[in-house]
T-cell receptor, first 115, second 115 residues
Framework: DSGVTQTPKHLITATGQRVTLRCSPR?????VYWYQQSLDQGLQFLIQ???????AKGNILERFSAQQFPDLHSELNLSSLELGDSALYFC??????????????FGEGSRLTVL | AQSVTQLDSHVSVSEGTPVLLRCNYS??????LFWYVQHPNKGLQLLLK??????LVKGINGFEAEFKKSETSFHLTKPSAHMSDAAEYFC?????????????FGTGTRLQVTL
């Protein structure tokens, strides 16, 4: 158990809809990262938050947004969903924004299916 | 720009035989390199990391990897495979120590272990 909690584990929705994925980082970790894993694109970095502030942006679509709250949990909002958004979305956390680079603690993911 | 190439998408070994998962990297700087493992329906877990210290790195569950700069390789090995090693393995590179958001993941190698 990594200590990172993601909800929901599975989500099925229709095209055009909006969903919110939630992540609680490990106790004490200040950074949260969101990744998308799909068969054709592999594991893609979406965005990082550090202590409530956006720290880095990756291949995140404009239809997607995220935020980190004062209690350090994070939400990833996906809107105007398309079939191609079907994927496994992972949240990961680390103690700091730059410390122990590369050592991320991953949740078990939220599997999104868009029909 | 940095990249990793995992040379095999699928590797099958018998239980008790050695494991070799191959990874080549490309980096503009002195890289940090990592191997992560993903068991079915689980998040990714760090196996081991190289950050410019000893070139032979030992990780969890008996895995190790050797950094070879001349060959730009970071292959993962284990002397004797166990059924519980069946999983997806990802080679990861960061050419900027301290920036976990800049990790580049390989496409993964699925390890199958047979009796």
């Amino acid at each position: 158990d990594s200590g990172v909690t993601q909800t929901p584990k599975h989500l099925i929705t229709a095209t055009g809809q909006r969903v919110t994925l939630r992540c609680s980082p490990r106790s004490g970790d200040l950074s949260v990262y969101w990744y998308q894993q799909s068969l054709d694109q592999g594991l893609q970095f979406l965005i990082q938050y550090y202590n409530g502030e956006e720290r880095a942006k990756g291949n995140i679509l404009e239809r997607f947004s995220a935020q980190q709250f004062p209690d350090l949990h994070s939400e990833l909002n996906l809107s105007s969903l398309e079939l191609g958004d079907s994927a496994l979305y992972f949240c990961a956390s680390s103690p700091g924004g730059t410390s122990r680079a590369g050592e991320l603690f991953f949740g078990e993911g939220s599997r999104l299916t868009v029909l | 720009a940095q990249s990793v190439t995992q040379l095999d998408s699928h590797v099958s070994v018998s239980e008790g035989t050695p494991v070799l998962l191959r990874c080549n990297y490309s980096s503009s700087y002195s890289p940090s390199l990592f191997w992560y493992v993903q068991h079915p329906n689980k998040g990714l877990q760090l196996l081991l990391k190289y950050t410019s210290a000893a070139t032979l790195v030992k990780g969890i569950n008996g895995f190790e990897a050797e950094f070879k700069k001349s060959e730009t390789s970071f292959h993962l090995t284990k002397p004797s495979a166990h059924m519980s090693d069946a999983a997806e393995y990802f080679c990861v590179v960061s050419d900027r120590p301290g920036t976990a958001s800049k990790l580049t993941f390989g496409t993964g190698t699925r390890l199958q272990v047979t009796l």
